[in-house]
């Protein structure tokens, strides 16, 4: 899972499985009985008294082991934030709506006018190691960010905001000349000054700024190039949460024990065990009750849901999946997405056509029992009046997507249609490996674009691996044409960080003059209004159904089990603030 940055705050969602921490509303959008079934599911566990002590077995469900890269700057994938969410916190927590309050281990304070916020961490929040969380702390992780030896993707346009951030991205300084230390490097606070204020700065995982700190006397002497491969974030990592890491198996188990500086006080349980288990075999481990937290792969739902000794709770998380094609190449000099206007997925028609050749819904009704839900736009429904509630998206349709082949001069010439110029035309697609109805899934999206003269080819003849799958986005390999991929989103809906020109994470590498505006003005001081913040969103998503470089696909429920010995387990946002939920919290019943 590429980018998981869920709650931090930016990431693509394994097609194998949701993230253990995604948090969200619940939704009702489909009735059948799997989607009753979940519904009546509350998004907490009944609470109980709690005793101090006992082992927690979590599952972490991947199906290949995870890289175990621990430093939040420079992660990369959701399996990672998942494998070290009991140790590592973020700096603020937030409310059921993510407006960011004073609750978590560091303040935030706005100052439109003078164009600055104040960053401070509590006294008291110290590392695992002992030491308090500096100013210099708060400060380094920005170094980390916008080094360019790190080749950190959350270097964007909205944090190159920063007053001299971009001048040390480039070299130009040693030093970040818009952070500044009120009371020196190894007091609390640091301000940040910015070029221009954004709508979403009072809520989480608006990007403008960084949401974490980075050990500076730990991580100092490490060249920023040498970061993810030192012992510092592999093998040893620091964390100011609850939990401190006591042994990692490599790609395969962290093992947590009590932060005894943790600034909340003695967390409740005595161990956290967080192991790898294939999404294949997730039934069978809930059944056998081998672990007391693991979320339900949705296609297993009905060989679980009776199981005794759960408790199972549910939600809609801010996650969705989607079909990108591929029509340019990231520019690393320029520093942008450029797009290649010969690519032959550089035609709207085309595109359209292969969207409405994908029967989403009876997809989702047959392997998830509705518990995946087809989606109209790219802002899910979370983002209550942000999402467009009459955008219709693409439904179903063989007749129209060959209608629009036919008219845009893509003739069939035996059973394949050709290019336009009368060369033939080959399209690779690539889809992640995963659980055991990935195969049958994208084996029956291949026959939909067969069906309307689409030489659709699986990439390699076979699923791709994780790890080689974002590999090759991230790298534009030449052979791949389209691809499904799935996005955990921010809590603050900006598009900046996802499908701007200078996003990384823009994997389409598609820039339009068009979308540029209208990113822009999601962002523009006239969107402190939040009405007319509103108006630009619905006609940015209207803008991206018709142009189809992303198409929206489906989203779904994410469900887990949980032991009915615990307590205080909770998906509710307010609760996912530190890494969801609130680990320290959690503890079994007496």
């Given amino acids: 899972m590429k980018k998981g940055k869920f709650v931090k705050y930016l990431g693509i969602v394994s097609l ?188 989480a995982g608006s990007n403008c700024y960084s949401e974490t700190a980075a050990p500076y006397h730990y991580l100092k002497n490490i060249p920023f190039d040498k970061l993810q491969s030192s012992d510092q974030v592999r093998k040893e990592p620091l964390f100011f949460g609850p939990y401190k890491v006591q042994k990692i198996v490599r790609g395969q188990s962290v093992t947590w024990v009590p932060n005894k500086y943790y600034w909340r006080g003695k967390p409740k349980l005595d161990k956290i065990l967080t192991s790898v288990v294939s999404t294949n075999s997730a039934s069978e481990a809930i059944k056998s009750h081998k672990f007391d937290v693991i979320n339900v792969v949705n296609t297993q739902w009905n060989q679980v849901k009776n199981t005794k000794g759960y408790n199972f709770v549910a939600q809609v998380p801010l996650v969705y999946y989607y079909l990108g094609f591929k029509v340019g190449k990231w520019d690393s000099k320029q520093e942008k997405n450029v797009v290649d206007k010969n690519n032959i997925m550089n035609s709207k028609p085309l595109r359209q056509a292969m969207a409405y050749a994908m029967n989403v819904d009876e997809v989702d009704k047959r392997y998830t029992q509705g518990l995946k839900f087809r989606i109209p736009t790219l802002i899910p429904a979370g983002f209550g009046d942000y999402f467009d509630k009459n955008a219709k998206g693409y439904t179903f349709n063989l007749k129209k997507a060959n209608e629009i082949l036919d008219k845009a001069g893509y003739q069939k010439k035996g059973k394949w249609r050709t290019q336009p110029n009368g060369k033939p035309l080959k399209i690779n697609f690539m889809a992640m490996s995963g659980n055991a109805t990935q195969e049958p899934i994208i084996q029956n999206y291949l026959q939909q674009w067969h069906k309307i003269g689409l030489d659709v080819r699986l990439l390699g003849g076979r699923l791709t691996e994780q790890n080689s799958f974002y590999d090759k ?36 590498r598609f820039a339009t003059p068009e979308n540029t505006r209208l990113i822009n003005e999601m962002d523009a001081p006239a969107s402190f209004n939040h009405q007319h913040r509103v108006k630009v969103f619905h006609k940015w998503q209207n803008y991206m159904n018709d142009e189809a470089y992303i198409v929206p696909l489906d989203s779904q429920y994410t469900i887990t089990a949980v032991n009915n010995k615990l307590t205080n387990y909770s998906v509710d946002p307010s609760m996912c603030a530190n890494k969801h939920p609130i680990w320290y919290n959690i503890g079994f019943a007496k």
């Fill in 16 to 203: 194998a499985a949701l993230a253990l921490t995604a948090c969200g509303k619940s939704n009702n959008n489909a009735n059948n009985s799997a989607t009753q079934d979940v519904n009546k599911l509350k998004t907490t566990v009944p609470a109980k008294p709690v005793k101090q002590g006992g082992t927690l077995k979590v599952a972490l469900e991947t199906d290949t082991p995870f890289q175990g890269i621990f430093l939040d700057e420079i992660s990369e994938n959701t399996v990672d934030y998942l494998a070290s969410q009991f140790g590592d916190e973020t700096l603020f927590y937030y409310d059921n709506h993510y407006k960011i309050n004073d609750k978590g281990p560091a303040t935030l304070k706005v100052n439109r006018n003078a164009k600055t916020i104040t960053v401070t961490a509590k006294k008291g929040v110290k590392w695992s190691d002992g030491k308090q969380v500096t100013a210099k702390d708060l400060e380094y992780s920005y170094e980390i960010i916008a080094n360019k030896k790190t080749n950190c993707d959350r270097y964007t346009d909205q944090m190159a905001n920063i007053v001299g951030l971009k001048a040390y991205h480039d070299g130009k300084a040693k030093t970040i000349s818009g952070i500044t230390y009120p009371d020196g490097e190894n007091g609390r606070s640091i301000v940040i000054h910015f070029q221009r204020m954004y709508p979403g700065m009072y809520n």
């Fill in 473 to 508: 986005l991230n790298k534009d390999n030449p052979d791949v044409n389209a691809y499904i991929g799935g996005f955990g989103l921010s809590t603050e809906p900006s598009q900046a960080n996802l499908y701007s020109e200078k996003s990384l994470s823009n994997y389409s």
